[in-house]
Nanobody
Framework: QVQLVESGGGLVQAGGSLRLSCAAS??????QAWFRQAPGTQREIVAA????????HYADPVKGRFTISRDNAKNTLYLQMNSLQSEDTAVYYC???????????????????WGQGTQVTVSI
């Protein structure tokens, strides 16, 4: 059974940091990503990474502040979030695909597997 389980969310003051983790079980995935969804908005890409970690992609609002990484030996995806802003408040989801390409995908529909989400709240 394939499962993605996020952890590491919480409440942090603006300017602070959080590290999200996503532990995968059941399969080894190719491209993985973090998405987020704030109330009343569509789910949007935050960052993505290919299976070997060589290629990454970041949404413009998080460039220079967030870092995506993965440890394939532990089957775990990470998102280091620094200099957090109130605009970063959202539920964060990890996503994974089994597509056999070392390609960055930014669309929600591309990913077959999703975690349950973890809340990140940034207070001013």
């Amino acid at each position: 059974q394939v499962q993605l389980v996020e952890s590491g969310g919480g409440l942090v003051q603006a300017g602070g940091s959080l590290r999200l983790s996503c532990a995968a079980s059941g399969r080894t995935f190719s491209t993985q990503a973090w998405f987020r969804q704030a109330p009343g908005t569509q789910r949007e890409i935050v960052a993505a990474i290919t299976w070997n970690g060589v290629t990454t992609h970041y949404a413009d609002p998080v460039k220079g502040r967030f870092t995506i990484s993965r440890d394939n030996a532990k089957n775990t995806l990470y998102l280091q979030m620094n200099s957090l802003q109130s605009e970063d408040t959202a539920v964060y989801y990890c996503a994974a695909t089994l597509r056999p390409y070392s390609t960055i995908f930014v669309n929600v529909a591309t990913y077959e597997y999703w975690g349950q989400g973890t809340q990140v709240t940034v207070s001013i």
